[in-house]
Structures are given as C-alpha cells and as structure tokens.
C-alpha cells in the first residue's frame, strides 16, 4: 500500500518544525523582529549571552521554557508567511539592523558595519551608475584568487579596464595551490559564494574541487580569464607622485615588462607562500619532504610512516583524509 501523501501545508508545518527545533536561538529572534515587526524580542527576558570563543551559541544562554517559546513564536510566523502573511519589517533600517546583531552577539557593534550587513543580506539593492572611465585610465590587479576575481568583476561594472597578474598557470589562487587530501573550507561553503554569484553547494564544509570549479565558472561567467596574465610574477611596484599612477614590473613568459596604472590592487592572499620551520635532519632526509601547498601530484602514502609537522586546519584537513591508507603516523 502506497504511503499517505501529506498535504503541503501539514507538509511544511512538520518540515519547518524539524528545522526549528535545531536552529540557532539568537537567530530566531532576529527572524521574529523581521516578521512580527515586534521589538519585544530585542529586550530582556530574551537577550542572548555573549558566546564564549567560537561557540555557536546556539541556545543564547536564555532558559529552557524561553527558547521553547522563542521556537514556538518562530515556526508560528514562519508558517502565517508562508500561507501569504507578509513580512512586517522586509527591510529594516540600518539603525535597526545594528541593533538586531549586537543583540544577537551580545555585544556592541560600530554602525560602521551597517552597509556591510545590509548587503549580506541582500537588502542594499542600491547599485551604482557606471561612470566612463578617463582617457587612459586603468587598473592592475595582482593575484586571480577569489578576491582578485571580484575587484576584476566590480572594476568592469564601474567601466574601469584592468590587467590582472597571476603567476601561477591557471586561476583560483589558494584553491589551486592547495591540493593536498582532505583540502576543503573550514567555514560554510555559502560564505565562499560572491553575492552576484549564488550557488548551491553540493557540502556544508565544500572541498577544495568544488570551491575551484565555483571560482573557474564565475570568472568564465563575467569574462575575466581574458583579462588575465598567467606565468607572470610582479617584481616591484613603484607610485609616482608627480603623475599620481603606479608602474608595474613583471617578470613572465615574455621575459620583462612595464605596466602603467592609475590603480594597483594587491590580492595576494594571506596563505601563498608556505611557512616551512628548521628542523634538524631535513636537509639529509631521503624521503619526500613537502609544505601541504606543495602536495606532490601522484604521490602514493599508502604503507608509508608519515610526521606531519604542525596540527593548524591543513593537519585537521589531511590527517584523517589518508590515516587509514598509511603505515603509521
């Protein structure tokens, strides 16, 4: 016998219930303010505590019978906005919108950062006339990862030509270096994706494939890669007070060669130029000895007695990615 079809409504009141029951509790006092419009969940008895270090907080430090009556009060609107109700407050003001995240950090937070979460959330829809750039004008961008990416996209919309210099083969910056097993984000995918560029990320934690296949696809998606200088190194960058522009030297395929800029935008990255510590004994060792960036393509770990050097996020990462496959560890 087929099971019962549920209809969409009972459907959705079990689906969001479930959901609810997991959610994070200072969140969905935030999502109540924006759909009731009602500022009481903003005030005490409901304000969260101040996470300690990098926990999720996700109770808010607020008693057991308050968070069940801050869940029930969710699901509630979330369920009347559904069935067509809407949302009171779609786009808060920016003085709300401070208010809302300090209340749920449990801290103070600068109005200064009231564009930014506006845009985060998608409720900054205000976006700027492209001015015609000058005579001449024009940008050098240092680095093809993804912030090197996004300036080249956002300096385009603005009507501003640029150069980006890249001198690695190919584009996606620490997500091309980085190969090593396990290599994956170790903070949601979704903060990885441009907000021009949604995506659906296939994992929670996206390893390091599916984050370079995302940056290859909105640089082939925005005509960036026309744009790009690949095998070419900068060697200095020298600003000339008298003209007020940037000349570039580079090191690439074609041996030397001068860039002129008005702008230069350095997007290295933090995490291009492996650390590698003095241990005594490396230089005699006969064995493979490689920082992570540097992971040897084909290499084989299988029976091998491995030291990894260092217990950071790329240790967390390749340590259970190849501990079943090696002799030991």
């Not at 009171?88 to 995240?101: A, G």
């Not at 749920?104 to 200064?112: L, N, Y």
């Not at 940008?139 to 030509?161: D, F, M, Q, T």
């Not at 984000?185 to 994706?193: A, C, F, G, Q």
């Amino acid at each position: 016998m087929n099971a019962p079809v549920m209809h969409n409504q009972e459907y959705d009141a079990k689906r969001f219930a479930e959901a609810i029951a997991l959610a994070n509790v200072p969140t969905l006092l935030m999502v109540l303010v924006q759909f009731t419009g009602d500022f009481r969940w903003l005030e005490d008895p409901y304000l969260p505590k101040k996470s300690r270090g990098l926990s999720d907080n996700e109770s808010g430090g607020l008693a057991e019978h308050l968070q069940h009556e801050v869940r029930d009060a969710a699901l509630d609107a979330i369920l009347k906005w559904r069935a067509g109700k809407p949302i009171v407050l779609p786009n808060p003001s920016q003085d709300l919108l401070i208010n809302m995240m300090g209340v749920t950090m449990g801290e103070v937070i600068p109005p200064e950062y009231a564009p930014m979460i506006a845009g985060e959330l998608g409720l900054d829809t205000h976006t700027p006339t492209p001015a015609a750039a000058p005579d001449g004008f024009r940008a050098v961008i240092v680095g093809a990862g993804i912030s090197g990416i996004c300036a080249a996209i956002k300096l385009h919309e603005a009507g501003v030509p640029y150069t980006i210099l890249e001198r690695n083969s190919d584009l996606g910056g620490v997500w091309h270096e980085n190969r090593y097993p396990g290599a994956a984000v170790d903070t949601p995918s979704h903060l990885y994706s441009f907000s021009f560029a949604p995506h659906d990320w296939s994992r929670y934690f996206a390893g390091q494939s599916d984050i370079l296949e995302y940056v290859l696809k909105v640089a082939d998606d925005f005509g960036v890669r026309a744009n790009i200088q690949f095998n070419t190194s900068v060697v200095a960058a020298t600003f000339d007070e008298t003209t007020n522009r940037w000349r570039v030297e580079t090191d690439g395929p074609h041996g030397p060669v001068s860039h002129d800029a008005n702008l230069f935008i350095s997007a290295v990255g933090a995490f291009n130029k492996p650390k590698i510590p003095h241990v005594d004994g490396t230089d005699t060792f006969e064995g493979p000895n490689f920082h992570t960036t540097n992971w040897p393509a084909h290499l084989d770990v299988t029976g091998k007695r491995v030291a990894v050097i260092g217990n950071g996020a790329s240790a967390m990462q390749v340590v259970p990615a190849i501990v079943d496959q090696v002799d030991s560890l």
